[in-house]
């Protein structure tokens, strides 16, 4: 079975500048999918950035951008120009990329929860 | 794209008392649903997922069941909650291929 881990409980960036959130997964498959999933203190889940792990170019979403290793199972999220707004639990999820309803469902991490001081 | 609608968003419920979920989801066919949990300051857990109609599958053994009984409604119920029930749930939608899965605002539940 896969699984995410996400080293970091905690991380704290001042407002404006970059901070870099660590993800690394366990799998046996060559072809999957990685998420980088907010929760806002709403707890709404808001998708950030995704990545094809066929895929060589690393994803690139406005202020958000991954670093993604595949032969070293890595896959950080990069936030740059840090806002008030990006204070939120961020979860880096995993999924297969195999048919079947089953390998839809997203394996999460325990999640890093970052905050954002002005 | 997507729209999930999850209630109640609130809900408070004595141990022993029965719970039903409901999710419905918007903009999409013959979607895969899921139902996931949060413990407090916790990842989320998968509970129930469904391909389809009346198609169920759990992925942990536990005092709760699910049922699809339309394609685009998706229902979690309990016969007798227990305290360890407490949880925030969240329902969620993906189609095929690379789609994303998309949340619905989920359902904050005490059991006391």
């Known amino acids: 079975a896969q699984t995410v881990t996400q080293s970091q409980p905690e991380m704290s960036v001042q407002e404006a500048e970059t901070v870099t959130l660590s993800c690394t997964y366990d799998t046996s498959e060559s072809d999957y999918y990685l998420f980088w999933y907010k929760q806002p203190p709403s707890r709404q889940m808001i998708l950030v950035i995704r990545?094809?792990?066929?895929?060589?170019q690393n994803a690139t979403e406005n202020r958000f951008s991954v670093n993604f290793q595949k032969a070293a199972k890595s896959f950080s999220l990069k936030i740059s120009d840090s806002q008030l707004g990006d204070a939120a639990m961020y979860f880096c999820?995993?999924?297969?990329?195999?048919?079947?309803?089953?390998?839809?469902?997203?394996?999460f991490g325990k999640g890093t929860l970052l905050t954002v001081n002005p | 794209s997507q729209t999930i609608h999850q209630w109640p968003a609130t809900l408070v419920q004595p141990v022993g008392s029965p719970l039903s979920l409901e999710c419905t989801v918007e903009g999409t066919s013959n979607p895969n649903l899921y139902w996931y949990r949060q413990a407090a300051g916790r990842g989320l857990q998968l509970l129930f997922y469904s391909v389809g109609i009346g198609q169920i599958s759990s992925e942990v053994p536990q005092n709760l069941s699910a049922s699809r009984p339309q394609d685009r409604q998706f229902i979690l119920s309990s016969k007798k909650l227990l305290l360890s029930d407490s949880g925030f749930y969240l329902c969620?939608?993906?189609?095929?291929?690379?789609?994303?899965?998309?949340f619905g605002n989920g359902t904050r539940l005490t059991v006391t």
């Open positions: 999820a995993y999924r297969s990329a195999g048919s079947g309803g089953s390998n839809y469902k997203l394996t």
């Open positions: 969620a939608s993906t189609g095929w291929g690379n789609s994303p899965l998309h």
């Open positions: 990545q094809e792990a066929y895929k060589q």
